[in-house]
């Protein structure tokens, strides 16, 4: 049996044990629970669908628009122009729900099916896992019809309010951010690859199909719907743009409190943490929970550059806020694994577990370490688009973490406290498991020749464009901005310097004198 077959199976056994009542292999809750909006007013299957179109070239396998709901013209269901329940039983909703009652994988869903395969815990494991235990599932599955039909009951809403944002990563857009605007303008004129150009495309500056980012401003009918739903609903989730600097997100949980039924919902929120009012920690101690994922990608400099422009000692010091918060907030680190940090996770996971935080990540969440969902788009960012050679050097740098893991698996927070024994630890889904998943899902896919060259020409007009330098900040990358498709495949064997003498000096170290934060801060 193939390595790749293996992990399939184990997978699949994972996934009947988790969640043993599922009516097939391929069932996800979320289409029966669940809806999910762009910031632009699209409804999507969930946050992730659009994902799954994402490949080594731009041609789209299954249409443009994977993941995005459908009105019965082909147009995408838009906020802009249509209310939310309409969305809850079309026909794309519908044919989703059957083709995975019938075994089949809805092609908005097949991110999460090529993860696993590889593999990886995909969202709908975890997706599927949690509301299973919150909401009764025969019961769900028995009140859907022979079309797919289901009652209007939403339990989770996922809210992206429009683009306003206070960064600009380099990962994002000016799709799902409003700092971005000012440097799409200057660099989508200059790009010279084409499908570099069609990737990061902004037509007609969002305004397309009638998508609007005001959408949540001018539809008296979702606001409507929205708090007819509030009844039924369990979770509220809020993302990008940056819920935390959205009016309209507060106007929502002040009228959810006024309601009277904060008490048996929960906020969950993907953020960047920069600002974060007094208002809102006194907002959140009146819902049920809390699940806050804080957005951070790396350590140092590293994390300045993916976040842009963000500060690391401003990062830290919100750590030390979130770790301080009240007991209903559970907070934990969103890391986006994409070609940019995933050579340096070990450092992040080591820095994080060093800091001895008191509710961040705490077992088994993480396995005690930190929290991560691939980067999807831009493509050009995703692990597959890395050459052959610097994969091996990031495999080897695994296995050396995972060596220094095993032999220090109590650091990882909360292991100690919950008595969690060594064989559990090593056998959690979202630990080590976790780690070699994310190599096996690296490895699963060679979009290098086509993307390569997309990577060094976006890097270089990036940093161009804000001032940054990549080859300082990432030097063990630097030699993929030299990159040729007629380069070896090979590794050498050969670390780097810098990396050698963190091997040498205690078989995995993080430079202290770059990342620590000065005693007189703390």
């Known amino acids: 049996m193939s390595d790749k077959s293996e992990d399939l199976n184990k997978n699949l056994a994972e996934f009947r044990k988790r ?139 996922d809210l992206r309010l429009g ?54 401003k001018k539809n008296e009918a979702f606001w409507e719907q929205l708090y007819e739903q509030i009844p039924h609903m369990k979770q509220l989730y809020f993302a990008g743009g940056e819920a935390t600097i959205i009016e309209e997100h507060y106007t929502l949980l002040e009228e959810v409190v006024r309601r009277g039924y904060a008490p048996q919902i929960e906020l969950r929120y993907n953020s960047n943490g920069l600002e974060m009012p007094q208002r809102l920690f006194d907002l959140w101690k009146l819902f049920k929970r809390v699940r806050f994922h804080y957005s951070v990608d790396s350590i140092g400099e590293m994390n300045d550059y993916i976040r842009f422009p963000s500060t690391w000692q401003h990062t830290v010091d919100m750590f030390h806020v979130l770790d301080n918060t009240g007991p209903n907030v559970e907070v934990t680190v969103a890391c986006a694994v994409q070609a940019l940090n995933i050579y340096y996770l070990p450092d992040f996971v080591k820095w994080k577990i060093e800091q001895n935080f008191k509710k961040i990540n705490l077992w088994p969440l993480g396995a005690g370490m930190i ?67 994310m190599i096996s899902f690296m490895n699963s896919g060679d979009w290098s020749r086509e993307r390569m060259p997309e990577f060094i020409e976006y890097i270089e007009k990036m940093d161009a464009i804000r001032d940054t330098n990549f080859r300082d900040v990432f030097p063990e990358m630097a030699p993929l901005l030299d990159w040729t498709p007629e380069a070896g ?31 007189e801060d703390n």
Not at 490 to 518: A, Y
């Open 19 to 157: 969640v043993p009542h599922a009516p097939s292999d391929t069932f996800c809750l979320l289409p029966w629970v669940h809806l999910s909006t762009r910031p632009n007013g699209h409804m999507r299957v969930c946050c992730t669908a659009n994902a799954s179109s994402v490949g080594a070239t731009n041609d789209k396998e299954h249409g443009g628009e994977v993941g995005v709901l459908k009105n019965a013209d082909g147009k995408p269901a838009n906020l802009n122009h249509t209310d939310l329940m309409s969305s809850w039983n079309n026909d794309y909703m519908k044919n989703v729900r059957m083709q995975m009652l019938n075994n089949k994988k809805p092609p908005s869903c097949i991110k999460c099916y090529n993860e696993e395969d590889a593999g990886h815990m995909s969202k709908r494991f975890w997706e599927t896992e949690y509301w299973s235990r919150r909401v009764d599932m025969e019961q769900i599955i028995d009140e859907t019809s022979d079309e797919g039909e289901i009652p209007p009951k939403i339990r989770y809403l």
């Open 163 to 216: 683009s306003k944002c206070n960064l600009k990563c380099i990962m994002c857009s000016p799709h799902d951010s409003s700092m971005w605007v000012k440097d799409w303008l200057k660099l989508h004129p200059t790009i010279e690859n084409e499908s570099l150009k069609e990737t990061m495309q902004w037509g007609n500056k969002g305004q397309i199909d009638g998508a609007s980012y005001n959408w949540h």
């Open 371 to 437: 929290n991560y969902h691939f980067v999807y788009h831009p493509p050009h960012l995703n692990v597959k688009v890395l050459p052959n050679w610097f994969k091996q050097m990031c495999a080897a740098k695994f296995d050396t973490f995972i060596e220094w893991l095993e032999d220090n698996w109590e650091k990882c927070d909360g292991v100690t406290e919950s008595q969690t024994s060594k064989d559990e630890w090593l056998h959690a889904a979202y630990g080590v498991r976790r780690l070699k998943g």
């Open 489 to 519: 495949d090979d590794w050498d064997g050969e670390f780097d310097d810098r990396l050698l003498k963190e091997l040498e000096d205690s078989g995995f170290h993080v430079n202290s004198q770059e990342l620590d934060i000065d005693a």
